[in-house]
């Protein structure tokens, strides 16, 4: 049985030395390049920084998992072929891929590489996460954030391989994976090119005491002087429909199942992550501590209850569907 692991986002080599030092059991990074889904300026690693930063972390008894995770393009998959060859290369302890062809290619060519399946596969059920298993050997299964505790519960009874659920930080409403949005306005899409909302279309626009957040010119929040200020994402836009202004698809929040680990853990949830490569090492600190502290009490199946409002989308925060307290 695998050992219980806290997963940390490492946007930068000085964000993967915070996490590390912070207590993560695992770091998470991506090339600086489109095969991963962070792919903004000023994010992720080349080659020879990976490289030391697998040392610093090795010496320290912490594994990095490599994010290959947005899908090849037709007639041009050379720069994930290099990624996959590159993290063998480099001895990653893991690389997590979503992309078939990919997950072929990785499985055939080396049988030792540790493969991790990637959220944005989308695989929610026992039949699709055992076909990955069967097909190239994933030894883990990121799970998409719809899924109730008893249905993770259920999956894990049913697949040979372990499981992996977000923790702590932003959201997808959109069937993860599978999100189209941002491209309708700025032509670069997450899945293929790594960015939702790249930062070359965001602009902000004063509006007496408030501001407007834009995203390729066209405005998809009005925030009053009070509110606190979001980055411009369709999904999370206020928009009119029916008369009405509101949020559409979701409102700003962030996940945080600091309360519900102990559950989870007895689900037979074997890695709990932290969203964040974007994030400041500040932000990594804070949350790489807090959740250290909250997953230790957990495999005790004592509970604590974080409050990360300050640091959250919205300065808000939500289970979100592992409770689905809707239903």
Not at 101 to 118: F, I, Q, T
Not at 193 to 214: I, M, R
């Given at each position: 049985m695998e050992t219980l692991e806290l997963v940390c986002p490492a946007g930068t080599p000085a964000a993967l030395r915070v996490a590390v030092t912070a207590g993560a059991d695992a770091v998470y990074v991506g090339f600086r390049d489109e095969t991963n889904a962070r792919n903004f300026p000023g994010l992720n690693f080349s080659p020879e920084e990976l490289a030391e930063a697998i040392d610093f972390a090795h010496e320290r008894g912490v594994k990095v998992y490599l994010a290959v995770n947005t899908y090849a393009k037709a007639g041009n998959n050379e720069p994930w072929i290099k990624a996959i060859d590159n993290a063998d290369r480099l001895k990653v302890d893991a690389i997590?891929?979503?992309?078939?062809?990919?997950?072929?290619?990785?499985?055939?060519?080396?049988?030792?590489?540790?493969?991790?399946?990637?959220?944005?596969?989308?695989?929610?059920?026992?039949?699709?996460?055992?076909?990955?298993?069967?097909?190239?050997g994933v030894r883990r299964v990121v799970l998409p954030r719809v899924l109730s505790v008893s249905e993770i519960k259920e999956i894990n009874g049913q697949i040979d391989a372990g499981s992996e659920v977000f923790a702590f930080g932003g959201m997808c409403p959109m069937a993860e994976g599978r999100c189209s949005l941002s491209s309708y306005l700025t032509g670069q899409s997450?899945?293929?090119?790594?960015?939702?909302?790249?930062?070359?279309?965001?602009?902000?626009?004063?509006?007496?005491?408030?501001?407007?957040?834009?995203?390729?010119?066209?405005?998809?929040?009005?925030?009053?002087?009070?509110?606190q200020v979001g980055y411009p994402t369709l999904c999370k836009g206020r928009f009119m429909a029916n008369g009405k202004t509101g949020y559409l698809f979701e409102e700003p929040t962030s996940l945080n199942i600091s309360t519900i680990l102990p559950e989870l853990i007895d689900a037979g949830v074997t890695a709990f992550k932290i969203e964040g490569r974007q994030r400041s090492k500040a932000y990594i600190g804070q949350v790489v501590k807090s959740f250290r502290l909250a997953v230790d009490k957990a495999k005790e199946n004592e509970k604590i209850e974080i409050n990360m409002d300050h640091l959250s989308e919205g300065g808000g925060n939500t289970t979100g569907a592992f409770k689905k307290s809707w239903m």
């Open positions: 997590i891929l979503a992309d078939i062809g990919l997950l072929d290619y990785a499985a055939n060519k080396y049988p030792d590489l540790r493969l991790h399946l990637s959220v944005q596969a989308s695989a929610s059920n026992p039949t699709s996460i055992n076909f990955y298993v069967r097909e190239f997450p899945n293929m090119n790594g960015v939702c909302s790249p930062a070359s279309h965001v602009t902000y626009e004063q509006l007496g005491t408030g501001l407007a957040s834009k995203l390729a010119g066209l405005t998809i929040n009005n925030f009053e002087e009070h509110e």
